[in-house]
């Protein structure tokens, strides 16, 4: 069992009054995480799984009596894939405001769904946390830190799903396993995406423009639909926990990108799913790429599974100066530029050094990588 970040969070969490929510891609590990809680915490627990039709009829009509019944004298209740269940909303809504004493536990693959439909419910009534795929951090407690510094490679190709790293010899099978059956698999059930093929296109597009910025009419002009279609995809993408965007960071020079926008994907094995590459870096063109993907996504998690607040953007002008990422935290900028060669030299610019003044400037390269992955740049 590897240890998650979110595990001593949520625990600390239970019995305070609220409903958890857990949210998170397909197979990132949220039923393997809830369940290991359950099993050590010593109450009675209650597992309902959103994907069964009987849960599903059970819970189409709630009322405080039937979910008394339903709860028995369980003291947590866990309800996987609760998404699938209707007006789930109301469901939690009356488990929380009938049923004291009783912890309602929720989990959900697609964010667009369960978090629509517990939003307004569940007001002021929950804690609400996401799970993405292993960080660097974890399994650095898991495994050590030299194995896994010298697996970078590896996670440079087939990521950091809990499967593909537990099963690193059948890592290709798996990781485009996940990217079709799982992760695709909540985007095409919904009635948003009319034309799949389409959807297959602009997802490989943005694959193809890892590290750059994205300019739907581009993409539009590329799969031959509206830029609006685009637009929309990429925001389906993001709530099902595939991409993040990095907008521009712009506040006062005239010749600053203002409404700029990078995507990075959450994994970089999804990725290579997406376009079919999973050739050696010594063999590949996107080497620089893989490796910004990987430092962007691995630092996001550090910082969502620390509950860290922070704001992340990139930074360019019309004269091409580019910091590949900005950090906003406590009033304070952090700027890093990320480096697959060691010999890179590259000075940040005086353009944003002398007007934004950041608090440090570091060139993050594979000799201090880990360091920035574990918070300590």
């Known amino acids: 069992m590897i240890q998650r970040e979110l595990e001593k969070t949520i625990k600390a969490k239970l019995f ?10 397909r197979q990132s590990g949220k039923t393997t995480l809830i369940n290991n809680i359950l099993q050590n915490i010593g109450y009675k627990y209650l597992l309902l799984d959103g994907e069964e039709y009987n849960i599903r009829d059970e819970l189409s009509k709630p009322t405080s009596e039937k979910l008394r019944l339903i709860s028995g004298d369980n003291k947590i209740i866990f309800i996987d894939e609760a998404q699938k269940i209707n007006q789930i909303g109301s469901v939690l809504k009356l488990f929380h405001d009938k049923l004291k004493g009783i912890q309602v536990i929720a989990t959900g693959s697609s964010s667009f769904e369960l978090a629509n439909k517990t939003g307004e419910p569940l007001t002021g009534r929950k804690f609400e946390y996401t799970l993405l795929p292993l960080s660097f951090g974890e399994m650095v407690n898991h495994s050590g830190y030299l194995e896994e510094k010298n697996k970078i490679e590896s996670r440079l190709i087939y990521g950091s ?32 995406i009319s034309n799949p093929e389409v959807f297959e296109k602009i ?26 279609t685009v637009e929309k995809y990429l925001k389906l993408l993001e709530r099902a926990f595939i991409i993040f965007k990095l907008p521009a960071f712009s506040r006062n020079l005239r010749n600053e990108i203002r409404k700029g926008k990078k995507y990075y994907f959450y994994d970089n094995g999804i990725r290579n799913a997406v376009i079919d590459n999973f050739k050696s870096l010594e063999s590949r063109n996107d080497a620089g790429a893989l490796w910004e993907n990987y430092l962007i996504s691995e630092r996001y998690k550090y910082l969502v599974f620390k ?71």
């Open 16 to 25: 305070k009054g609220k409903v958890i929510i857990l949210l998170g891609p």
């Open 161 to 192: 799903y809990p499967e593909i790293v537990t099963h690193l010899s059948s890592a290709k099978e798996l990781i485009k396993l996940i990217t079709k059956n799982y992760l695709f698999k909540d985007l095409f059930s919904l009635e948003n």
């Open 203 to 228: 997802v490989r597009s943005l694959a193809f423009q890892l590290g750059s910025e994205v300019s739907y009419k581009e993409i539009a002009v590329n799969v031959g639909v509206n830029h609006l």
């Open 307 to 377: 509950n860290l607040d922070c704001r992340m953007y990139f930074w360019r002008t019309i004269q091409q100066q580019e910091i590949d990422l900005i950090e906003e935290r406590g009033g304070e900028l952090y700027g890093y530029e990320l480096k697959w060669s060691n010999k890179s030299k590259k000075k940040f610019s005086k353009t944003f050094t002398s007007n934004y003044l950041p608090k440090s400037t570091n060139l993050i390269a594979k000799e201090n990588y880990t360091g920035f992955l574990l918070g300590e740049i």
